[in-house]
Structure formats: structure tokens, C-alpha cells
Antibody, heavy 123, light 108 residues
Framework: QVKLVESGGGVVQSGRSLRLSCAGS????????MHWVRQAPGKGLEWVAL????????YYTNSAKGRFTISRDNSKNTLYLQMSRLSPEDTAVYHC????????????????WGQGTLVTVSS | EIVMTQSPATLSALPGARATLSCRAS??????LAWYQHKPGQAPRLLIY???TRATGLPARFSGSGSGTEFTLTISSLQSEDFALYYCQQYNNWPLWTFGQGTKVELK
């Protein structure tokens, strides 16, 4: 079964750090670029970060630059999001998402989503 | 940043009705547009990519069209499982992938 399962969410105080994980299974994880996409309560979807299939290139939305780090361990089929200096505005469900195309092609749709993990930042 | 604007915000319809959802990009994105379906508590699901290509296994009642700045998702005959939130997303202008604010398709 092809799936992504996020973990690591929870309640954290403003200014603290948290690391999210996402385990992929049922597909060749190392061949695909991966995104993190979040959804704040009552809001729409917001792209957060992307990492290429080999981990060599990483891209972030402006609000995440300098605070969040996306990484991956292809030997463990796992994607990570290290979040630091968290603020209440980061409160959201964080989804791990697979890019549809393989290898170097990451400018494509997102074809597999995890259910997400909830991060709540208290002030 | 390319702004994606969806309309209407809410579409109320009966089962069997035709539903037409619109998405407009603030500048041309060619056909680099996807549509997703999202139900509460579930993972979003890819419906359409390349503006008009159905994802694997998607029923034929779903169709996408458009290019440039104007796009449409049509559900030809609404089924009970189709009542959900729908988002469009552009992947032409990277690295800043952007989504529309969503259209809720609800039971009238």
C-alpha cells in the first residue's frame, strides 16, 4: 500500500523547536522529491518546503526561511521538517507530500499526501 | 507570487447535478495546474494535473480544462462522495507553489 505517515506533532510553546517526521512506504522513496504543505485552522493549503530526491536542493517559503530545515534519509524512507523559533502563526496540520514525477523533475503536481500531523504553538 | 483565485467559495448542489468550479491565476501558468479534493480528516487527493489529465483511477465524471490564467474543474454528475473541498494549485512558478483558497461543494 502506497502511503505517507507523519508524526512528531504536538503542543509546543512559542520560541521552541519541534521535528516532524514522515515515513513513506509502497513506493521507491529515494526517487521522488518531497514537499511539506501546511493548513492552519480554518485556512487553505500553504506550501512550506521542498527537497529534491537526492537531498541536494531545498526550497522554502519566505516565512520558513532561516527557521525551518527540510531533510531526508533515503536509507530509512523518511522525510523530516526541523522547525525552530516557532510562533502561534505556525499552528497548522503539516502534510508530507510526494511529487508526481521521478528524480530530477520536481516541477509537477503532488500525487500522494499524508493525513498530516497537528502542530499547536501556544503563546 | 502567483495568486490563485477560486470561485465560487461555496457551491450548493443536489446529487446528479453538474458542478463547475473556476480557478484564475494572477499571471499565465501555461497548463501547470492541479486540482485536489480534500475531505475533513483525510489526506488531500490529486484529481487533475496538467490542467486536464485525470489522476489514476479518477472517475470520468471529473474533467479539467483551461490554460494560461483561466481553469475549470467540472463534475458532470455529482455523487454523494464528491461533496468536499476542492483546491487548485499552480506549479509553474517555482519555488513558490501556491494554492487557491478552495471551493466547498456542499449538499443543497
Amino acid at each position: 500500500q502506497v502511503k505517507l505517515v507523519e508524526s512528531g506533532g504536538g503542543v509546543v510553546q512559542s520560541g521552541r523547536s519541534l521535528r516532524l517526521s514522515c515515513a513513506g512506504s509502497g513506493f521507491t522513496f529515494k526517487n521522488y522529491a518531497m514537499h511539506w504543505v501546511r493548513q492552519a485552522p480554518g485556512k487553505g493549503l500553504e506550501w512550506v518546503a521542498l527537497i529534491t530526491y537526492d537531498g541536494d536542493n531545498k526550497y522554502y517559503t519566505n516565512s520558513a526561511k532561516g527557521r525551518f530545515t527540510i531533510s531526508r534519509d533515503n536509507s530509512k524512507n523518511t522525510l523530516y521538517l526541523q522547525m525552530s523559533r516557532l510562533s502561534p502563526e505556525d499552528t497548522a496540520v503539516y502534510h508530507c507530500v510526494k511529487v508526481r514525477s521521478t528524480l530530477t523533475t520536481f516541477v509537477d503536481a503532488m500525487d500522494l499526501w499524508g493525513q498530516g500531523t497537528l502542530v499547536t504553538v501556544s503563546s | 507570487e502567483i495568486v490563485m483565485t477560486q470561485s465560487p467559495a461555496t457551491l450548493s448542489a443536489l446529487p446528479g447535478a453538474r458542478a463547475t468550479l473556476s480557478c484564475r491565476a494572477s499571471e499565465s501558468i501555461s497548463i501547470n495546474l492541479a486540482w485536489y479534493q480534500h475531505k475533513p480528516g483525510q489526506a488531500p487527493r490529486l484529481l487533475i494535473y496538467g490542467a486536464s489529465t485525470r489522476a489514476t483511477g479518477l472517475p470520468a465524471r471529473f474533467s479539467g480544462s483551461g490554460s494560461g490564467t483561466e481553469f475549470t474543474l467540472t463534475i458532470s454528475s455529482l455523487q454523494s462522495e464528491d461533496f468536499a473541498l476542492y483546491y487548485c494549485q499552480q506549479y509553474n512558478n517555482w519555488p513558490l507553489w501556491t494554492f487557491g483558497q478552495g471551493t466547498k461543494v456542499e449538499l443543497k
